[in-house]
């Protein structure tokens, strides 16, 4: 496996077909299943390593998330992926005065509403892997809806080629969406974490029966506070482009606080 | 001359050396010169006319724009370009939630102080057309320093490859900076024209004699205002990043109403 670590070797790499994977590191099987897809889908499957600064905000989590890079590389050998890129923040940022993409409306909506500046950083970075990498596919996991509708529009909106690939939401044995945040779940809480999903799967169950959609998010909020939840979202939207123009695609979305640790997970819904 | 209208043609068409020389049209011996320059450098030469909606404020002169393309695809033709890009909105914008470049604190400065989104209208478009055309090289015109600053460090940042190459300004006999926008100058104004590059010499000839900057703007302030300027800035800053970090490396920059035009000149003056 080659590990590069800038961007002028990275443009230097990429012949042929390439699917690219992008992390923020701390891998688990959510991310092995990203691969897996990747490899299915081209031939050569490049991961980059980067935990961004840009798409954390100033209260949040930066400093203390998951760093384990031998840990990473370790696996990412195992798992057979051609290539690695571990850039270092002058890489990625190479000026001071750094220029951001301003995503639509969606940036301000759902997570970004809590997490401001979060979708422009999101949008930033991967703009500046796409650049670098110029891959053929960009392979995206669907636990972070949001963030991938945002990067499908950034990619059409910006005249790229790159199709993306989602890959379904791995989830533990109890139904609990892997994340590398899950790490920081105390016991009883990663007993509760299953209420999760199993919240989504009842309002489906409720929706598709022509239960309310509003009447059934109400029911498993509700449900969520009484295991301990601090609920940021949870609701229904258009699964096509989130918007609340709920035609038969529908998305349960949800985001909540569980201790320190801030959960999000999502189920599509025909009816 | 190959005539291009939309992205996924233009992405298919540059194979070799590519120079691109984006324009709004309304082409004169200023595009010319850009034109001359880009096939100096490289073996294929594509021309793009697209007036912005994006770069123009609500007050601004979208609509009256002068628009010529049957006399500007003579031109080409005639200077001998590989090919011209003329997509449409919809080409450009394809979504209508816009995805936009913020740039850093430049675009708030100079120029962008006066034309607030100007420069994130600039950048926007411009990383649309990089990605779409990828040329080695992007050719630019002296004339517009600030926006060649911001273009090139848009590049920088955004890890792409391409080089900027820049044209010194073309000026018409009497001194004027070629532009699109002169054609608005009535006969009395585009006499009174010349009074602006005239003062921008007199400034670097004080300037390189050791006079002080500031004084030396002061005393061109008002010999400009006697010629019925209406002055925007007409100040000094570091040639290099634009900021007021005055080194021996010095650009002059001003920008002046004459009637209903705004002129903006420079010119780079070592102490």
């Keep these: 496996m080659l590990k590069i670590t800038t961007v002028v070797a990275c443009k230097n790499w990429a012949k042929g077909q390439v699917a690219f994977v992008p992390t923020m590191g701390a891998l688990h099987a959510g991310h092995v299943s990203l691969i897996n897809l990747a490899k299915k889908t081209a031939d050569k499957v490049i991961v980059s390593i980067f935990v961004n600064p840009e798409q954390f905000g100033p209260n949040e989590d930066f400093v203390s998330y998951p760093r384990q ?36 409306c969606l940036a301000d909506d759902l997570c970004g509403k809590f997490r401001p500046g979060h979708f422009s950083g999101v949008s930033t970075v991967v703009l500046k892997l796409l650049n670098c990498i110029k891959p053929d596919f960009l392979v995206l996991g669907a636990k972070d809806y949001q963030q991938v509708v945002i990067v499908k529009n950034l990619i059409r ?61 109400e029911k498993y909020k509700n449900y969520l506070i009484k295991y301990g939840y601090r609920l940021d979202y949870l609701l229904v939207r258009n699964a ?19 201790g320190s640790v801030r959960l999000i997970d999502n189920l599509v819904c025909r009816r």
Tied chains: 1, 2.
């Design 69 to 104: 890079l031998e840990q990473d590389l370790l696996l990412l050998e195992q798992v057979g992926v051609d290539a690695v890129f571990i850039p270092d923040n002058n890489e990625i940022y190479p000026l001071k005065n750094k220029y951001k993409i301003t995503p639509n």
């Design 157 to 217: 909106d910006f005249l790229l080629d790159c199709k993306v690939v989602i890959a379904p939401i791995a989830r533990e044995d109890n139904g609990l969406a892997m994340s590398s945040r899950n790490a920081y779940l105390d016991i009883r809480d990663r007993d509760n974490a299953r209420h999760l999903y199993k919240a989504l799967q009842s309002i489906k169950s409720l929706i598709t029966q022509g239960e309310n959609v509003n009447k059934a998010c």
């Design 240 to 258: 096509d482009d989130l918007s609340n123009n709920l035609s038969d695609n529908l998305v349960i979305l949800v985001a909540a606080w569980l």
